[in-house]
């Protein structure tokens, strides 16, 4: 029998940065063997990262990875390396080699290939056909890239071949319901197989989505052994005894608040930070109305890039109220941002006179209010343009799936971090944000939200009760549900119906939005793709 010390890589290998990614595997390898390390696992498409997308249909690409491969390969002295990259025999394959004694000692091709929510990698690959086991280090292992243990076939195979403990790795975005069908799915998988499970997940932002780490050892009867905190890059150093068949961390950082709250608000701090740094832009900028999205927004940026790279811009109107002045001034000073104020009363009686012949005996609705949002992201992208920040919008979920949001106005920006939070998810995001003092200004969470785009507007003058709202977005977007099966639930008929007509025909505006964090089972965009053209309600 055999102690096996053996390492699980938690960090983000960025998509396309190959040389950097490789360069990344070899200092870690090195890292896991001075901690006494005989195996390091990495995730899913390391040297690609992960998802590549087209990339993969680029043969310089994948040369590059093969290259890479050849390269880490090389470094692999005194420790081996179970590496994901893509593979190429003629058709391409989502691999993983095992890297030893300087060269690749085996590859093996990822089996079930999931293609539905975020993921469609039939586009890229062909699938394997069976699963690897070798022995290591006196274990019998086998060898899985990330669906092969959400389906049971591979684990299966592995097991029928004498694997006594499963090395899985992975790239498995988070959403506030995944690590807990995680647990749940590969205590299921080690029990059905009595087989011990080490798995590895990436952390980081890739776009819109996140990669939450949350690596775990799990036990041939189920049990968790360990548990890798959300969000944290870490080098896992562990152990595995083959005569007991049990797992010991050694040393793992332990997640101090596992609330969905807490999750969340890591997965928009991470979001916003690898997606500025990863496009290289030296900061951000947002409009800080007052209100409870920008004041939300500001604290997230803050938290991702730190008080300098941040720029805080009021546009107050002839509608904009002091207490919004000043309670966006109470947060930009409190957190140390710098706050600029420009007014849009010229720019918008600017447009007016230029429209007043066209207007001519019409009377102002709602135009008059998308006027004013323009103009205000029309300078905001100015300044963006001019400083090189990019622009965050700080539109929530609630407003993308109805709609109340300007397209070229309020919805202008390079990256919507608050795009998958509904509205209700934005009071609780506020409300433990300040747990430990006050961040966002206490006024800001209880006063009515207002687009202040008019004389005493208020949001519910245009849309139902958020509490009431969110309930039916949640039914009818995550859900799936009919308009009559959220009817039977107990909700307004004719809210119902005027909420489903919302959503169904503002899909021309989400198509059009910037990118944001995927933090539920159903965002918008590669998530949930609905046609624009549709005569289906």
């Known amino acids: 029998m055999a102690v096996l010390k053996f390492a699980l890589a938690q960090f983000d290998f960025p998509v396309g940065a190959v040389a950097r990614n490789g360069e990344r595997v070899r200092e ?11 195996h390091v696992a990495f995730p899913e498409l390391t040297l690609s990262g992960y998802p590549p997308e087209d990339l993969l249909l680029r043969p310089s690409f994948l040369a590059a990875c093969e290259k890479e491969l050849a390269e880490v390969a090389r470094a692999a002295d005194g420790i081996a390396a179970f590496v994901g990259h893509p ?18 000692q085996f590859t093996t ?11 469609d990698e039939k586009r890229y690959f062909r699938p394997g056909h069976d699963s690897t086991v070798t022995d290591f280090a006196g274990v019998r292992v086998g060898w899985l890239v990330c669906e092969d243990i959400w389906e049971p076939e591979p684990a299966a195979r592995a097991v029928a071949k004498g694997a006594q403990l499963l090395v899985v790795i992975n790239a498995s975005p988070f959403d506030v319901g995944k690590s807990a069908q995680r647990e749940e799915l590969l205590a299921r998988r080690a029990r059905e197989n ?86 290289h832009f030296p900061g ?34 002839r509608y904009t109220s ?80 109805t709609g109340y949001a ?35 200004p206490q006024a800001v969470i209880e006063r009515a939200p207002s687009a202040e785009l008019r004389e005493n507007q208020r949001d519910e003058d245009s849309l139902p009760a958020y509490a009431t709202l969110d309930a039916i977005l949640e039914r009818f977007i995550e859900g799936e549900q009919s308009q009559a099966e959220i ?22 505006k989400r198509r059009q939005a910037a990118p944001g964090p995927k933090i539920s089972t159903r965002a918008f965009g590669r998530d949930r793709r609905y046609p624009i053209s549709s005569g289906w309600r």
């Open 284 to 317: 951000v900028i947002l409009g800080l109305s007052g209100g409870i999205d920008s004041a939300l927004t500001l604290a997230l940026a803050v938290d991702a890039l730190g008080a300098d790279k941040v720029t805080a811009v009021r546009l107050p109107s």
């Open 194 to 279: 009595n087989v011990a499970i080490a798995y590895l997940n990436l952390v980081g932002g890739q776009d819109d989505l996140v990669f939450d780490g949350g690596s775990l050892l799990v036990e041939p009867d189920g049990y968790i052994a360990a548990r890798a905190p959300a969000f944290v890059d870490a080098l896992l150093i562990a152990e595995y005894d083959s005569a007991t068949r049990k797992f010991r961390a050694l040393d793992w950082p332990v997640e101090s608040d596992a609330s969905r709250e807490a999750r969340v608000y890591a997965a928009l701090v991470r979001g916003i930070r690898d997606y500025v740094e990863k496009n």
């Open 87 to 104: 593979h190429t025999q003629g058709e391409v394959f989502n691999a993983a080699s095992l890297l030893a004694a300087g060269k690749v």
């Open 322 to 401: 002091d207490l919004s002045n000043d309670l966006a001034a109470e947060q930009a000073h409190a957190q140390g941002v710098e706050l600029l104020t420009i007014p849009i009363a010229a720019p918008f009686a600017g447009f007016l006179d230029a429209l007043a012949p066209v207007f001519a005996g019409r009377a102002a609705d709602v135009t008059e209010e998308n006027l004013q949002s323009r103009c205000r992201g029309a300078i905001l992208m100015a300044l963006s343009n001019k400083t090189g920040r990019m622009l965050l919008t700080t539109g929530n979920k609630s407003e993308y799936a």
């Open 406 to 440: 300007t397209i070229y106005g309020d919805m202008c920006g390079g990256y919507a971090p608050l795009k998958d939070c509904y509205k209700e998810l934005v009071y609780a995001l506020s409300r433990w944000r300040n747990r430990g003092g006050e961040v966002i």
């Open 109 to 119: 091709h990822k089996q079930a290939l999931p293609n539905y929510t975020v993921f």
């Open 487 to 508: 009817i039977a639930a107990g909700f307004d008929e004719a809210t119902v119906r005027r909420v489903a007509r919302l959503v169904l025909g503002s899909e021309y």
């Open 28 to 38: 870690l390898m090195a890292d896991a063997r001075v901690a006494g390390a005989q």
